[in-house]
Nanobody, 121 residues
Framework: VQLQASGGGLAQAGGSLSLSCSASGRTFGVMAWFRRGLRKNREFVSA????????YYADSVKGRFSTSIDNAKNTVYLEMNSLKPDDTAVYYC?????????????????WGQGTLVTVSS
């Protein structure tokens, strides 16, 4: 089982970045994105259920971030718009087998490597 995250980088406030996470090795019920900022705990960003594409977002990113799935590529995307300096963090994709969406990182069994997003003011 492997989750391979890519994307991220540096953006100015108000700009956009995209992250992707390719999944291999098994099928998953839910794919999620978490992030950990400097001196912060890992926090939920978004989640998407693989079977019906139901999505959930943290209040802090709602209306600015969008997550989607490309089934043919087994890849999940996180489109980040109207970025703020507070969005600066290492972003992680995560997966769980069950189709029940959870907002706490402890409920996710599989993790990709983190990818850094830096937003300058």
């Amino acid at each position: 089982v492997q989750l391979q995250a890519s994307g991220g980088g540096l953006a100015q406030a108000g700009g956009s970045l995209s992250l992707s996470c390719s999944a291999s090795g098994r099928t998953f019920g839910v794919m999620a994105w978490f992030r950990r900022g400097l001196r912060k705990n890992r926090e939920f960003v978004s989640a998407i259920r693989w079977d019906d594409l139901t999505t959930y977002y943290a209040d802090s990113v709602k209306g600015r971030f969008s997550t989607s799935i490309d089934n043919a590529k087994n890849t999940v995307y996180l489109e980040m718009n109207s970025l703020k300096p507070d969005d600066t963090a290492v972003y992680y994709c995560a997966a769980r087998s069950s189709p029940v969406i959870h907002f706490t990182y402890q409920q996710y069994n599989y993790w990709g490597q983190g990818t850094l997003v830096t937003v300058s003011s």
